[in-house]
């Protein structure tokens, strides 16, 4: 967890609006773990382990993301990803509709190349739902705001999930806790099989959620 405070508090420095600097310092405190199978949430981002999905909500457009691949380049500090993602704008949240949008893509975030802030890293960093863009750095994480912004509050919530299948998604499940950009909020780490504990009010039964 220290490793992982370390990083969410240098995002800043991170991420420009100029451009997609980075440090290379920082990323080497972020090693890549596939067998995670908890669901952390800071200030500015969720990680969701494999194969689990995250549900995002801006206004009455709704997305799900699922991650199904994360391997490493050359080097250790090289990431990429394999994800699916679910588009619903009819203002539903119905993932069973068909004007759903499914986008399947990899993305990669190299190793950064130079010296300090002169650091620099290309590849593809934005998990894209439609038109929400959704920056990604490494495994599950992804933040509420795209690469190309600063940190900050652009509407985005997150919901992390139990579920693996689109067609056990319901967006009005009493059990979701959606999680908007604040800056004052602490670090929370989750087993993903108490994430959602025993909830009188749930909605699904327990079987669609192996």
């Not at 220290?2 to 090693?31: C, F, N």
């Not at 691949?69 to 679910?86: C, I, M, P, Q, V």
């Not at 997150?158 to 908007?180: C, E, G, H, M």
């Amino acid at each position: 967890m220290k490793k992982r405070l370390i990083i969410m508090s240098l995002l800043v420095a991170m991420i420009q609006t100029t451009g997609e600097k980075v440090l290379a310092a920082d990323k080497g405190d972020h090693p890549v773990s596939p067998a995670s199978n908890e669901v952390v949430i800071t200030p500015v981002a969720v990680k969701v382990p494999l194969g689990r999905i995250l549900l995002v909500r801006k206004d009455s457009d709704y997305c799900a993301v699922k991650f199904t691949e994360f391997w490493t380049g050359k080097t250790e500090l090289d990431w990429y990803a394999n994800y699916e993602s679910y588009y619903q704008n009819d203002k539903t949240g119905d993932f069973s509709n068909k004007n759903v949008q499914l986008k399947k893509d990899e993305l990669s975030f190299p190793k950064p190349r130079g010296i300090g802030r002169l650091a620099f890293s290309f590849g593809n960093k934005d998990v894209r739902c439609g038109p929400i863009k959704l920056f990604w750095f490494g495994e599950g994480w992804v933040c509420a705001y795209s690469s190309g912004q600063k940190q900050g509050d652009y509407g985005i919530e997150l919901a992390p999930t139990k579920w693996t299948d689109i067609s056990q998604v319901n967006v009005f499940d009493s059990r979701l806790t959606w999680y908007r950009y604040d800056e004052k909020r602490k670090d929370i780490t989750i087993p993903i099989d108490k994430l959602w504990g025993n909830n009188a009010n749930a909605t699904e039964k327990e079987e669609n959620l192996k």
